[in-house]
């Protein structure tokens, strides 16, 4: 953890962002004479507001979190008290409360009261969500099969509720349903264009893209489909070029490729020619104010930057300090990974490292979702359990919700 990866030969550019390796280092050499208190879960480095000396501080877990807190410069994480018997898969904000996906069905944690969890369906395998709060929907790719399935709010809040007078047979019938056909879901990503809101999906070896319609349909139907792709899809996005064009972009075990939907061209935008056998993609980063051209590619432990016709953008190459189980872009305007040993924080422009959190012991930890400032993520399913995690970042001028 404490060297970065080394470049490797023959790789373009630099292979290592040299300009914050050498701070990652400070950030994790320990005080002499430092030892951690029983009751404190994570160590943080950075953040800090001025040009001072690099300063260090505890972070509290806290299990009854609390939206009235003091804001700091230092982030914090808190930890719910609930813990979950099956492997938490997902999660989706649903206005302040937190519908969470497990191997075994879909759960509510009510961040606004007391951390209660509704159950809201029961043995159901939940792979990826988003709440679309305007159309009254929960995306999902679930079920042994792993469809894309559309749940309706207002069925699930009647579930909260236990809304009398409707049978189970007709509420069942009512309150869901598949987007086409569609089976073997790997990866969905929904992006707004204009005034629509489309759905990408990346199944076993093609690309479906959906269109939201509004009444009187209210429901996804199809736009355009690309199919027999040489590389399998494991990641897909959409971006909108300059306002106008779209492209699909998606991450596979051999790099990341390129959709033209006006003509139907595919074309690869980066393939890793320093690595031997598959890669693991993490996230596709549209960067800000770059009108849709210019893309931070995750991959492994690094991440590269290009334009969506494949040309390399920045003679940078960020570089995690450690093999990260997940990665995010957050509304902050950075980047997280997660690490066994680490989670850090990174300028989604630069790769330069923001701040460490060092785990008091080795832990898998899962990215679930994030909104503003606040970051959620769970521990992997140790034993007979685990917990949801939240982080606030408190980024100046970024408002508490």
Same mark, same amino acid.
């Given at each position: 953890?404490?060297?970065?990866?080394?470049?490797?030969?023959?790789?373009?550019?630099?292979?290592?962002?040299?300009?914050?390796?050498?701070?990652?280092?400070?950030?994790?050499?320990?005080?002499?004479?430092?030892?951690?208190?029983?009751?404190?879960?994570?160590?943080?480095?950075?953040?800090?507001?001025?040009?001072?000396?690099?300063?260090?501080?505890?972070?509290?877990?806290?299990?009854?979190?609390?939206?009235?807190?003091?804001?700091?410069?230092?982030?914090?994480?808190?930890?719910? &008290?609930?813990?979950?018997?099956?492997?938490?898969?997902?999660?989706?904000?649903?206005?302040?409360?937190?519908?969470?996906?497990?191997?075994?069905?879909?759960?509510?944690?009510?961040?606004?009261?007391?951390? &209660?969890?509704?159950?809201?369906?029961?043995?159901?395998?939940?792979?990826?969500?988003?709440?679309?709060?305007?159309?009254?929907?929960?995306?999902?790719?679930?079920?042994?099969?792993?469809?894309?399935?559309? =749940? =309706?709010?207002?069925?699930?809040?009647?579930?909260?509720?236990?809304?009398?007078?409707?049978?189970?047979?007709?509420?069942?019938?009512?309150?869901?349903?598949?987007?086409?056909?569609?089976?073997?879901?790997?990866?969905?990503?929904?992006?707004?264009?204009?005034?629509?809101?489309?759905?990408?999906?990346?199944?076993?070896?093609?690309?479906?893209?959906?269109?939201?319609?509004?009444?009187?349909?209210?429901?996804?139907?199809?736009?355009?489909?690309?199919?027999?792709?040489? =590389?399998?899809?494991?990641?897909?996005?959409?971006?909108?070029?300059?306002?106008?064009?779209?492209?699909?972009?998606?991450?596979?075990?051999?790099?990341?490729?390129?959709?033209?939907?006006?003509?139907?061209?595919?074309?690869?935008?980066?393939?890793?020619?320093?690595?031997?056998?598959?890669?693991?993609?993490?996230?596709?980063?549209?960067?800000?104010?770059?009108?849709?051209?210019?893309?931070?590619?995750?991959?492994?432990?690094?991440?590269?930057?290009?334009?969506?016709?494949?040309?390399?953008?920045?003679?940078?190459?960020?570089?995690?300090?450690?093999?990260?189980?997940?990665?995010? =872009?957050?509304?902050?305007?950075?980047?997280?990974?997660?690490?066994?040993?680490?989670?850090?924080?990174?300028?989604?422009?630069?790769?330069?490292?923001?701040?460490?959190?060092?785990?008091?012991?080795?832990?898998?930890?899962?990215?679930?979702?994030?909104?503003?400032? &606040?970051?959620?993520?769970?521990?992997?399913?140790?034993?007979?359990?685990?917990?949801?995690?939240?982080?606030?970042?408190? &980024?100046?001028?970024?408002?508490?919700?």
């Amino acid at each position: 953890l404490l060297t970065q990866t080394s470049s490797s030969p023959g790789t373009p550019n630099q292979r290592q962002d040299k300009s914050t390796s050498e701070e990652y280092r400070q950030a994790v050499n320990k005080p002499a004479g430092y030892s951690l208190q029983k009751q404190r879960s994570f160590l943080t480095f950075g953040f800090s507001a001025g040009g001072g000396s690099r300063r260090e501080s505890h972070v509290n877990v806290n299990v009854t979190p609390t939206s009235h807190d003091l804001a700091s410069d230092t982030p914090e994480i808190r930890k719910y &008290k609930k813990r979950f018997n099956s492997e938490i898969l997902c999660a989706a904000l649903w206005g302040v409360n937190l519908l969470i996906g497990t191997e075994t069905g879909l759960m509510l944690l009510d961040r606004s009261g007391q951390g &209660k969890v509704y159950q809201l369906i029961s043995r159901r395998r939940f792979q990826q969500m988003e709440v679309l709060e305007g159309q009254n929907i929960l995306v999902t790719v679930s079920g042994k099969k792993n469809r894309v399935r559309v =749940y =309706y709010l207002s069925w699930l809040k009647s579930k909260i509720l236990r809304t009398d007078g409707v049978s189970d047979q007709v509420e069942r019938r009512n309150g869901w349903i598949n987007v086409g056909d569609l089976q073997g879901a790997v990866h969905f990503r929904i992006v707004k264009y204009e005034r629509i809101k489309f759905l990408v999906i990346a199944l076993k070896d093609s690309i479906e893209i959906y269109a939201w319609a509004p009444k009187p349909y209210h429901k996804f139907m199809a736009f355009k489909t690309f199919g027999e792709l040489i =590389y399998r899809p494991l990641l897909v996005d959409l971006t909108v070029e300059e306002g106008t064009r779209l492209k699909v972009i998606y991450g596979s075990a051999d790099g990341f490729h390129a959709v033209d939907l006006d003509s139907a061209s595919v074309y690869d935008i980066y393939l890793p020619k320093h690595t031997q056998g598959p890669i693991s993609p993490h996230c596709i980063v549209a960067l800000p104010n770059s009108n849709g051209m210019q893309l931070l590619l995750c991959y492994d432990n690094e991440g590269v930057y290009v334009n969506t016709y494949g040309k390399v953008s920045k003679n940078i190459v960020l570089q995690w300090g450690e093999m990260p189980t997940s990665v995010a =872009y957050i509304g902050t305007g950075q980047i997280m990974g997660w690490g066994n040993k680490a989670i850090e924080i990174r300028s989604v422009e630069t790769g330069h490292l923001d701040g460490v959190f060092m785990h008091k012991k080795a832990q898998r930890l899962k990215f679930l979702c994030e909104r503003n400032d &606040k970051v959620f993520f769970s521990s992997a399913k140790g034993g007979s359990s685990c917990q949801i995690y939240f982080m606030t970042l408190n &980024k100046p001028g970024m408002a508490n919700w």
